[in-house]
């Protein structure tokens, strides 16, 4: 069994709250806070802004609808746009400029424009980023992962 220290925060999942308050409990421990990832990232960044990121790539894209040739009758479905979203929030997570994104074909430069147009917007991923960058010390923050 593990053990954390006093007033440490503990990150679990949400199925596993109420299993861990119980082992912190019978440990006698005090002052351990129990969360889960997402509650713990929004204590860190109480003032997140609201997702508007579907509505700011449609403009995006508008913006851009007349350079386009092949993506031009998809560049406006909300399939395309929550594709393209998905694809940003990829590309901020693992750290790929759109200067990375391959040119071949017209259609990949046809992508890389859309999502160039779009590169700076703020999604999630860039978000939790920033946010995680505040933390200055990790040491009475526990990531408690039990498997089945």
């Known amino acids: 069994m593990k053990t954390y220290r006093e007033n440490s925060i503990l990150i679990v999942k949400e199925s596993n709250i109420l299993e861990t308050q119980k082992r912190i409990l019978k440990e006698n421990l005090k002052g351990i806070k129990i ?3 997402n509650r713990y990232l929004k204590s860190l960044n109480p003032n997140q802004p609201k997702w508007t990121l579907n509505y700011e790539i449609y403009n995006e894209f508008k913006k851009q609808i007349e350079k386009l040739h092949y993506l031009k ?19 901020h997570t693992y750290n790929i400029q759109p200067n990375e994104l391959p040119t071949s074909t017209q259609v990949q430069k046809e992508l890389k424009l859309l999502i160039e147009s779009i590169y700076s917007l703020n999604t999630k991923a860039k978000n939790i980023k920033q946010t995680l960058n505040k933390v200055s010390n990790i040491n009475n923050i526990y990531i408690d992962i039990q498997y089945p």
């Open 35 to 37: 969360t889960t990832l």
């Open 73 to 91: 009758g998809n560049a406006l479905s909300i399939e395309f746009i929550n594709e393209c979203r998905n694809f940003l929030e990829d590309l």
